[in-house]
Each structure stands twice: as structure tokens, then as C-alpha cells.
């Protein structure tokens, strides 16, 4: 069987006095591609930047492939979109997608095969970021992200300002892979997932995904319980 890749046990975040996350027991293993949803300001966000080990938690335990000592192999396999494209305003598209590629030794060849994937021509892709549209940011933010072919991909609203042509060819590249998506687009979220998981009031449950295709996130949740997940 395998384990995990990555599993986090009784993890709680603070800020302050504001406990976010609630004894969160949760597991991605392998080929999962699992939606998390929930209202705003649930604590969706800092859930997908522990799993990307962008943050720590504040109590709690993290194990990446059943390991203490996993999170180098995890980096190197894994993919992260955030609200943050993490793109640099004053280089042009062409330059940013090198800039990242160099820094996995991934040739000029294969970036240009990435923009030319994600729709940018060579006009675009010459013309400095800060000029692209949201639109055209958010497909240079995935030719990014999907650049050195990561096994594991995390998504923070990927779909934002994307038109509905190329979330479809968006969907289809991820789909062969490990998925945490986070999302308010469940119709969306629903076409690619495999399991569903509600996060509310700092708290992750699994949910029915059949049943949510029906009914909101709440009446989902209520179906199953509405128990804390231990998986």
C-alpha cells in the first residue's frame, strides 16, 4: 500500500489570538484530486501553504511520504499556484518562464514550449508582465507551474480570469496527477476531483462528492455527518 505523500496529524493554526485551523487530521495519497471548499475566510488559503510547506503550523504534525525527512524529494515533485503568480512585473513573459527553468536546469526549448502551449506568442511572451492582463498572468503563472512537470499540484482559484476554453485544457493537463484544489468554482472543482472536503469554522470533513453535484457544500457535509476526517 502506498503512504501518504503527505499527511498532516492534530495541525492547529494561530495568528494572534484567531485559531484558523482546528486539529486537522487530513491525508494526500497518490492520484488524489481533492476540492476543498468552504466560505470565506475559513482558512482554505493557510491549509494549501502548510501542504506546500510555505508555512508551519503552529502545533500539530506534518509527514511528507511517511517520513520526517521527506519534504526534499516532496519539493522537487511538487507544483504551487497561489494568489501570487509569483512573476516578475518588470521581465517579459519569455524571461520569467528562463528565470524558472534555469533554476531547475530546464532549457530555453522547453520553455518555449510552455508559452506557446498556454496561448502566449512570441509577441506576448517579449512584452514586460506588468503589461499581460490577468488573463494573460494567470496562463504564464501556470506554464510556470507546470514547467518542470511536477507529479504534485497545489491550486489556490487557478481559475481566476481564465476563459472557460482553457480551463477545460487546464483541467485535462492535471488530471493525470495529484491534486489539492481549493476553489469556489464547484462546478468546476467537481468536473476534476475525486474526493471533496469541506473546511469550515476551522474544521476539515469529508464529503459525499455525488451528493455535493446536488446541493451546496453545507447539505453535503450534513450527509456525511459533518465529522472531523482521519484518513
Not at 492534530?10 to 485559531?19: H, L
Not at 515533485?77 to 520569467?96: F, I, K, S, V
Not at 481566476?160 to 491534486?179: C, I, M, P, Y
Request: glycine letters at 10%.
Amino acid at each position: 500500500m502506498n503512504l501518504p505523500i503527505v499527511r498532516l496529524l492534530g495541525v492547529d493554526k494561530v495568528y494572534g489570538t484567531d485559531r484558523v485551523l482546528r486539529d486537522i487530521q487530513f491525508s494526500l495519497n497518490p492520484k488524489d484530486r481533492i476540492l476543498i471548499h468552504g466560505p470565506n475566510g475559513a482558512g482554505k488559503t493557510t491549509l494549501l501553504k502548510i501542504v506546500a510547506s510555505l508555512t508551519s503550523p503552529t502545533s500539530g504534525s506534518i509527514y511528507f511520504y511517511g517520513e520526517n525527512d521527506g519534504l526534499a524529494r516532496y519539493r522537487k515533485e511538487m507544483g504551487y499556484l497561489g494568489h501570487d503568480t509569483l512573476l516578475y512585473p518588470d521581465l517579459t513573459g519569455e524571461e520569467n518562464l528562463q528565470f524558472f527553468g534555469a533554476l531547475r536546469g530546464i532549457s530555453r526549448d522547453r520553455c518555449d514550449h510552455w508559452l506557446e502551449k498556454v496561448g502566449l506568442d512570441r509577441w506576448a511572451s517579449r512584452r514586460r508582465v506588468r503589461f499581460y492582463s490577468a488573463g494573460m498572468k494567470q496562463r504564464l503563472a501556470i506554464a510556470r507551474l507546470l514547467l518542470h512537470d511536477p507529479e504534485i499540484v497545489l491550486l489556490d482559484e487557478p481559475f481566476n480570469a481564465l476563459d472557460g476554453s482553457f480551463v477545460e485544457l487546464f483541467v485535462h493537463w492535471v488530471r493525470q496527477k495529484t491534486v489539492l484544489l481549493v476553489t469556489h468554482q464547484l462546478d468546476i472543482g467537481r468536473s476534476l476531483a475525486t474526493r471533496a472536503f469541506e473546511l469550515r469554522n476551522g474544521q476539515i470533513n469529508e464529503q459525499v462528492l455525488s451528493l455535493l453535484q446536488h446541493g451546496n457544500g453545507r447539505d453535503a457535509g450534513n450527509a456525511t455527518g459533518g465529522s472531523t476526517v482521519s484518513t
